[in-house]
Protein backbone atom coordinates (compact mmCIF):
# COMPACT_ATOMS: atom_id res chain seq x y z
CA UNK A 1 0.00 0.00 0.00
CA UNK A 2 1.57 3.50 -0.86
CA UNK A 3 1.93 5.51 1.97
CA UNK A 4 0.49 8.89 2.18
CA UNK A 5 0.68 11.94 4.48
CA UNK A 6 -1.31 10.52 7.18
CA UNK A 7 1.31 7.73 7.45
CA UNK A 8 4.03 9.83 7.96
CA UNK A 9 2.16 11.90 10.19
CA UNK A 10 1.57 8.66 11.99
CA UNK A 11 -2.11 9.32 11.99
CA UNK A 12 -4.26 5.92 10.21
CA UNK A 13 -5.55 6.65 6.66
CA UNK A 14 -9.68 6.46 7.03
CA UNK A 15 -11.78 5.25 4.23
CA UNK A 16 -15.11 7.28 5.03
CA UNK A 17 -17.96 5.19 4.50
CA UNK A 18 -20.17 7.48 7.24
CA UNK A 19 -20.88 10.69 4.72
CA UNK A 20 -20.09 14.21 4.88
CA UNK A 21 -18.57 14.57 8.60
CA UNK A 22 -16.71 17.57 10.41
CA UNK A 23 -14.79 14.55 12.43
CA UNK A 24 -13.49 12.44 9.54
CA UNK A 25 -12.42 15.81 7.27
CA UNK A 26 -15.46 16.92 5.69
CA UNK A 27 -15.86 16.81 1.99
CA UNK A 28 -13.25 15.91 -0.64
CA UNK A 29 -12.17 18.41 -3.13
CA UNK A 30 -12.50 18.55 -6.97
CA UNK A 31 -9.51 18.13 -8.71
CA UNK A 32 -10.15 21.82 -10.52
CA UNK A 33 -10.85 23.30 -6.22
CA UNK A 34 -7.61 21.58 -5.44
CA UNK A 35 -5.63 23.28 -8.40
CA UNK A 36 -7.16 26.26 -7.86
CA UNK A 37 -6.18 26.47 -4.39
CA UNK A 38 -2.95 25.71 -5.08
CA UNK A 39 -3.06 29.17 -7.66
CA UNK A 40 -3.94 31.21 -4.80
CA UNK A 41 -1.36 29.50 -2.60
CA UNK A 42 1.22 31.28 -5.28
CA UNK A 43 -0.09 34.66 -4.24
CA UNK A 44 -1.03 37.07 -1.69
CA UNK A 45 -4.64 39.03 -2.39
CA UNK A 46 -5.99 41.99 -0.19
CA UNK A 47 -8.75 39.95 2.30
CA UNK A 48 -11.05 42.37 2.49
CA UNK A 49 -11.20 42.74 -1.04
CA UNK A 50 -11.76 39.10 -1.93
CA UNK A 51 -14.11 38.84 0.68
CA UNK A 52 -16.50 41.53 -0.82
CA UNK A 53 -16.29 40.28 -4.89
CA UNK A 54 -16.61 36.60 -3.62
CA UNK A 55 -19.84 37.89 -1.65
CA UNK A 56 -21.09 39.60 -5.01
CA UNK A 57 -20.75 36.38 -6.60
CA UNK A 58 -22.87 34.66 -4.21
CA UNK A 59 -25.26 36.90 -3.68
CA UNK A 60 -25.95 36.64 -7.30
CA UNK A 61 -26.14 32.69 -7.48
CA UNK A 62 -28.74 32.81 -4.52
CA UNK A 63 -30.79 35.96 -5.41
CA UNK A 64 -30.01 37.71 -2.15
CA UNK A 65 -28.95 41.56 -1.66
CA UNK A 66 -26.09 40.41 -0.11
CA UNK A 67 -23.02 37.26 1.39
CA UNK A 68 -20.18 37.16 2.80
CA UNK A 69 -17.98 33.78 2.94
CA UNK A 70 -17.07 32.54 6.59
CA UNK A 71 -14.71 29.69 8.02
CA UNK A 72 -18.12 27.21 8.51
CA UNK A 73 -21.80 27.33 9.15
CA UNK A 74 -21.28 27.47 13.11
CA UNK A 75 -18.81 30.63 12.66
CA UNK A 76 -21.50 32.09 10.88
CA UNK A 77 -24.10 31.57 13.69
CA UNK A 78 -21.73 33.67 16.02
CA UNK A 79 -20.84 36.11 13.17
CA UNK A 80 -24.70 36.21 12.10
CA UNK A 81 -26.24 36.77 15.54
CA UNK A 82 -23.23 38.93 16.02
CA UNK A 83 -24.21 41.35 13.86
CA UNK A 84 -27.78 41.60 14.81
CA UNK A 85 -26.54 42.38 18.28
CA UNK A 86 -24.71 45.23 17.44
CA UNK A 87 -26.02 46.27 13.81
CA UNK A 88 -23.02 48.42 12.76
CA UNK A 89 -22.87 50.23 16.50
CA UNK A 90 -19.29 50.79 17.13
CA UNK A 91 -19.37 50.96 20.86
CA UNK A 92 -21.58 47.64 20.61
CA UNK A 93 -18.62 46.21 18.19
CA UNK A 94 -15.82 46.53 20.78
CA UNK A 95 -18.04 44.90 23.86
CA UNK A 96 -18.43 41.36 22.45
CA UNK A 97 -19.13 39.08 23.98
CA UNK A 98 -19.70 41.16 26.57
CA UNK A 99 -23.35 42.72 25.92
CA UNK A 100 -25.02 43.56 29.77
CA UNK A 101 -26.89 46.16 29.41
CA UNK A 102 -27.60 46.13 25.47
CA UNK A 103 -30.81 43.97 24.05
CA UNK A 104 -29.13 40.55 23.61
CA UNK A 105 -31.83 38.02 23.68
CA UNK A 106 -32.66 35.46 20.88
CA UNK A 107 -35.73 34.19 20.68
CA UNK A 108 -35.79 30.05 20.03
CA UNK A 109 -38.58 27.57 19.79
CA UNK A 110 -38.80 24.75 21.85
CA UNK A 111 -38.79 22.03 19.10
CA UNK A 112 -36.12 23.96 17.55
CA UNK A 113 -33.78 23.48 20.22
CA UNK A 114 -30.31 21.54 18.60
CA UNK A 115 -26.84 21.14 19.27
CA UNK A 116 -25.76 24.01 17.33
CA UNK A 117 -28.00 26.73 18.87
CA UNK A 118 -25.35 27.28 21.12
CA UNK A 119 -23.23 28.97 18.62
CA UNK A 120 -25.68 31.90 18.86
CA UNK A 121 -24.10 32.14 22.46
CA UNK A 122 -20.56 32.99 21.38
CA UNK A 123 -21.24 36.85 20.88
CA UNK A 124 -22.98 37.20 23.99
CA UNK A 125 -26.64 36.40 22.79
CA UNK A 126 -29.50 34.67 25.49
CA UNK A 127 -31.70 32.17 24.08
CA UNK A 128 -35.34 32.48 24.97
CA UNK A 129 -37.63 29.38 24.56
CA UNK A 130 -40.51 29.27 23.81
CA UNK A 131 -43.57 26.83 23.24
CA UNK A 132 -43.52 23.18 24.73
CA UNK A 133 -42.86 19.75 24.05
CA UNK A 134 -46.23 19.68 22.54
CA UNK A 135 -45.38 22.65 20.20
CA UNK A 136 -45.38 26.43 20.16
CA UNK A 137 -48.25 28.89 19.22
CA UNK A 138 -47.60 31.69 17.08
CA UNK A 139 -48.98 34.09 19.75
CA UNK A 140 -46.26 32.99 22.17
CA UNK A 141 -43.77 34.37 19.75
CA UNK A 142 -45.21 37.43 19.44
CA UNK A 143 -45.91 37.60 23.46
CA UNK A 144 -41.76 36.87 23.67
CA UNK A 145 -40.70 39.51 21.79
CA UNK A 146 -39.59 42.74 23.65
CA UNK A 147 -37.03 45.65 24.01
CA UNK A 148 -34.31 42.89 24.56
CA UNK A 149 -34.85 40.92 21.41
CA UNK A 150 -32.19 41.13 18.60
CA UNK A 151 -33.14 38.13 16.54
CA UNK A 152 -35.48 35.57 15.98
CA UNK A 153 -33.14 31.69 15.54
CA UNK A 154 -34.72 28.79 13.07
CA UNK A 155 -32.58 25.43 12.24
CA UNK A 156 -34.05 25.02 8.61
CA UNK A 157 -34.19 20.89 9.21
CA UNK A 158 -36.54 21.52 11.75
CA UNK A 159 -39.11 24.21 10.25
CA UNK A 160 -42.34 22.92 10.86
CA UNK A 161 -41.34 19.39 13.24
CA UNK A 162 -42.46 19.51 16.89
CA UNK A 163 -45.64 21.51 15.81
CA UNK A 164 -43.37 24.58 15.84
CA UNK A 165 -44.05 27.11 13.53
CA UNK A 166 -43.17 27.29 10.44
CA UNK A 167 -40.12 29.73 8.56
CA UNK A 168 -42.55 31.91 6.47
CA UNK A 169 -44.94 32.73 9.79
CA UNK A 170 -41.85 33.62 12.04
CA UNK A 171 -40.46 35.37 9.53
CA UNK A 172 -43.69 37.31 9.21
CA UNK A 173 -43.74 38.08 12.77
CA UNK A 174 -39.87 39.19 13.10
CA UNK A 175 -40.74 41.80 10.01
CA UNK A 176 -44.25 43.10 12.04
CA UNK A 177 -41.52 44.19 14.82
CA UNK A 178 -38.13 44.86 13.39
CA UNK A 179 -36.62 41.85 14.19
CA UNK A 180 -34.41 40.12 11.88
CA UNK A 181 -34.88 36.09 11.48
CA UNK A 182 -31.52 34.26 11.35
CA UNK A 183 -32.07 30.39 9.21
CA UNK A 184 -29.57 27.77 10.09
CA UNK A 185 -29.40 25.48 6.90
CA UNK A 186 -25.95 24.05 7.29
CA UNK A 187 -26.43 21.01 5.11
CA UNK A 188 -29.88 22.04 3.38
CA UNK A 189 -28.43 22.41 -0.84
CA UNK A 190 -30.58 19.64 -2.39
CA UNK A 191 -32.01 20.35 -4.86
CA UNK A 192 -30.05 23.32 -5.30
CA UNK A 193 -33.23 25.26 -5.10
CA UNK A 194 -33.79 24.58 -1.86
CA UNK A 195 -30.78 27.26 -1.15
CA UNK A 196 -32.51 29.90 -2.70
CA UNK A 197 -35.38 29.39 -0.51
CA UNK A 198 -35.09 30.43 2.86
CA UNK A 199 -34.98 34.00 2.10
CA UNK A 200 -37.66 33.89 -0.15
CA UNK A 201 -40.06 32.63 2.44
CA UNK A 202 -38.70 35.47 4.52
CA UNK A 203 -35.33 35.00 6.29
CA UNK A 204 -32.60 37.72 7.12
CA UNK A 205 -29.84 36.10 7.27
CA UNK A 206 -29.54 32.19 6.09
CA UNK A 207 -26.27 29.95 6.26
CA UNK A 208 -24.57 27.24 4.71
CA UNK A 209 -21.68 24.91 5.60
CA UNK A 210 -19.23 24.32 2.27
CA UNK A 211 -18.86 20.97 3.17
CA UNK A 212 -22.19 20.07 2.23
CA UNK A 213 -21.91 21.19 -1.15
CA UNK A 214 -17.77 19.98 -2.09
CA UNK A 215 -16.16 23.21 -0.32
CA UNK A 216 -13.69 22.61 2.89
CA UNK A 217 -14.13 21.79 5.82
CA UNK A 218 -13.41 25.00 7.30
CA UNK A 219 -15.58 26.97 4.65
CA UNK A 220 -18.97 28.29 5.04
CA UNK A 221 -21.17 31.60 4.16
CA UNK A 222 -24.00 34.02 5.47
CA UNK A 223 -26.39 35.35 3.10
CA UNK A 224 -29.69 38.19 2.98
CA UNK A 225 -30.23 41.43 3.87
CA UNK A 226 -27.22 43.75 2.74
CA UNK A 227 -27.36 45.66 5.39
CA UNK A 228 -27.12 42.55 8.11
CA UNK A 229 -24.35 41.53 6.14
CA UNK A 230 -22.58 44.67 6.34
CA UNK A 231 -22.72 44.17 10.07
CA UNK A 232 -21.09 40.75 10.07
CA UNK A 233 -18.18 42.56 7.65
CA UNK A 234 -17.79 45.50 10.39
CA UNK A 235 -16.73 42.70 13.31
CA UNK A 236 -15.21 39.42 11.47
CA UNK A 237 -11.56 38.85 11.34
CA UNK A 238 -10.63 41.37 8.63
CA UNK A 239 -8.93 45.19 9.60
CA UNK A 240 -8.25 43.56 12.98
CA UNK A 241 -4.73 43.81 12.94
CA UNK A 242 -4.96 47.43 10.83
CA UNK A 243 -8.12 48.60 11.85
CA UNK A 244 -9.23 51.07 14.05
CA UNK A 245 -11.04 49.15 16.90
CA UNK A 246 -11.33 45.36 18.14
CA UNK A 247 -12.83 43.08 15.76
CA UNK A 248 -14.91 40.00 17.78
CA UNK A 249 -14.96 37.92 14.43
CA UNK A 250 -10.53 37.76 15.05
CA UNK A 251 -10.84 34.03 16.08
CA UNK A 252 -12.54 33.07 12.76
CA UNK A 253 -9.89 33.98 10.98
CA UNK A 254 -9.39 32.12 7.13
CA UNK A 255 -7.27 31.19 4.60
CA UNK A 256 -7.02 33.05 0.94
CA UNK A 257 -7.39 29.33 0.05
CA UNK A 258 -10.47 28.60 1.65
CA UNK A 259 -12.40 31.40 0.25
CA UNK A 260 -11.37 30.54 -3.36
CA UNK A 261 -12.53 26.69 -2.34
CA UNK A 262 -15.85 27.91 -1.36
CA UNK A 263 -16.99 29.98 -4.13
CA UNK A 264 -15.93 27.73 -6.64
CA UNK A 265 -17.14 24.66 -5.13
CA UNK A 266 -20.50 26.57 -4.85
CA UNK A 267 -20.41 27.44 -8.53
CA UNK A 268 -19.48 24.02 -9.15
CA UNK A 269 -22.66 22.18 -7.27
CA UNK A 270 -24.91 24.70 -9.00
CA UNK A 271 -23.51 23.71 -12.53
CA UNK A 272 -23.25 19.88 -11.48
CA UNK A 273 -25.10 16.69 -12.98
CA UNK A 274 -26.89 15.49 -9.84
CA UNK A 275 -28.66 13.30 -11.45
CA UNK A 276 -25.54 11.05 -12.97
CA UNK A 277 -23.80 12.08 -8.96
CA UNK A 278 -26.78 10.22 -7.59
CA UNK A 279 -26.32 7.12 -10.38
CA UNK A 280 -22.81 7.17 -9.68
CA UNK A 281 -23.51 6.31 -5.61
CA UNK A 282 -26.35 3.90 -6.95
CA UNK A 283 -23.73 1.69 -8.69
CA UNK A 284 -21.14 1.89 -5.95
CA UNK A 285 -24.17 0.32 -3.68
CA UNK A 286 -24.64 -2.11 -6.17
CA UNK A 287 -21.15 -3.30 -6.14
CA UNK A 288 -21.09 -3.73 -2.45
CA UNK A 289 -24.22 -5.89 -2.96
CA UNK A 290 -22.68 -8.15 -5.35
CA UNK A 291 -19.92 -8.24 -3.16
CA UNK A 292 -21.93 -8.86 0.23
CA UNK A 293 -24.38 -10.94 -1.52
CA UNK A 294 -23.50 -14.08 0.57
CA UNK A 295 -22.87 -12.50 3.80
CA UNK A 296 -24.58 -15.21 6.14
CA UNK A 297 -27.16 -13.47 8.78
CA UNK A 298 -27.55 -10.32 6.78
CA UNK A 299 -29.82 -8.64 5.06
CA UNK A 300 -29.00 -6.25 2.12
CA UNK A 301 -31.20 -3.13 1.18
CA UNK A 302 -30.20 -0.33 -0.74
CA UNK A 303 -31.18 3.10 0.75
CA UNK A 304 -30.57 6.45 1.17
CA UNK A 305 -29.36 8.25 4.46
CA UNK A 306 -29.89 11.68 4.79
CA UNK A 307 -28.16 14.65 6.49
CA UNK A 308 -30.31 14.69 9.50
CA UNK A 309 -29.86 11.39 9.36
CA UNK A 310 -32.71 9.49 9.04
CA UNK A 311 -32.85 6.45 6.25
CA UNK A 312 -35.31 7.02 3.28
CA UNK A 313 -36.09 4.71 0.52
CA UNK A 314 -34.66 7.01 -2.70
CA UNK A 315 -32.18 8.20 -3.85
CA UNK A 316 -29.54 5.56 -3.27
CA UNK A 317 -26.61 6.23 -1.54
CA UNK A 318 -26.07 3.86 1.29
CA UNK A 319 -26.58 -0.07 1.79
CA UNK A 320 -28.28 -1.08 4.97
CA UNK A 321 -26.94 -4.44 6.41
CA UNK A 322 -29.17 -5.32 8.68
CA UNK A 323 -27.89 -8.40 10.71
CA UNK A 324 -30.49 -11.14 12.20
CA UNK A 325 -30.86 -11.88 15.86
CA UNK A 326 -28.92 -15.36 15.11
CA UNK A 327 -25.94 -13.44 13.48
CA UNK A 328 -22.53 -14.74 14.15
CA UNK A 329 -21.79 -11.18 15.06
CA UNK A 330 -23.59 -7.69 15.11
CA UNK A 331 -23.48 -4.66 13.43
CA UNK A 332 -21.88 -3.14 16.38
CA UNK A 333 -19.06 -5.48 16.46
CA UNK A 334 -18.78 -5.76 12.51
CA UNK A 335 -18.36 -1.87 12.76
CA UNK A 336 -15.91 -2.39 15.80
CA UNK A 337 -13.55 -4.54 13.68
CA UNK A 338 -13.70 -2.28 10.57
CA UNK A 339 -12.76 0.60 13.06
CA UNK A 340 -9.32 -1.27 14.18
CA UNK A 341 -8.16 -2.13 10.56
CA UNK A 342 -6.22 -0.22 8.32
CA UNK A 343 -6.86 1.26 6.31
CA UNK A 344 -9.66 1.98 9.58
CA UNK A 345 -13.50 1.90 7.81
CA UNK A 346 -15.95 4.14 9.02
CA UNK A 347 -19.96 3.53 8.92
CA UNK A 348 -22.95 4.18 10.19
CA UNK A 349 -24.83 1.73 12.91
CA UNK A 350 -28.21 2.50 13.38
CA UNK A 351 -29.37 -0.58 15.88
CA UNK A 352 -28.81 -4.15 14.26
CA UNK A 353 -28.19 -2.63 11.13
CA UNK A 354 -24.76 -1.64 9.37
CA UNK A 355 -25.12 1.52 6.99
CA UNK A 356 -22.26 1.72 4.54
CA UNK A 357 -22.45 5.15 2.94
CA UNK A 358 -21.01 5.96 -0.50
CA UNK A 359 -20.93 9.68 -0.95
CA UNK A 360 -18.10 9.72 0.56
CA UNK A 361 -16.23 6.64 -0.80
CA UNK A 362 -13.98 6.66 -3.87
CA UNK A 363 -15.05 4.75 -6.89
CA UNK A 364 -13.40 0.92 -5.90
CA UNK A 365 -12.75 1.56 -2.78
CA UNK A 366 -16.20 -0.40 -2.43
CA UNK A 367 -14.64 -3.41 -3.25
CA UNK A 368 -12.53 -3.04 -0.33
CA UNK A 369 -15.28 -2.64 2.03
CA UNK A 370 -16.88 -5.07 1.16
CA UNK A 371 -13.99 -8.09 1.26
CA UNK A 372 -13.12 -6.02 4.80
CA UNK A 373 -17.11 -6.79 5.94
CA UNK A 374 -17.07 -10.12 5.03
CA UNK A 375 -13.37 -11.20 6.69
CA UNK A 376 -15.48 -8.96 10.11
CA UNK A 377 -18.44 -11.16 9.81
CA UNK A 378 -15.75 -14.28 9.79
CA UNK A 379 -13.34 -13.13 12.30
Known sequence: MTRTIFDHLGVPPVINASGIYTDLGGSRLSPSIWAAMAEANDSFIDMVELLNRTGETIAGMLGVEAARITPGASAAIALGIGACLTRDDREKMERLPETSGMPNEVILQRGHRYKYDRCALLPGARTVEVGSEAGTRREEIEQAIGPNTVALYL??????????????????????HGIPTFVDAAYMNYPVEIMVSFNAQGADLVCFSAKYFGGPNGGGLICGREDLIAAVAAIDFTRHESGPYRRFGRAFKMDRQVVVATVLALQEWFAMDHEARWQGYRRQVENLCRGLAELPGATLTPMCFTM???????????????FAATAARSAEQVSGTLVCGNPSIRCIVEGSALVIVVETVRDGDESVIAERVRQAVAA
Open 155 to 176: PAHLDGHNGTVPLRDVAAIGRG
Open 308 to 322: DEPLIPDPVNCLVVD
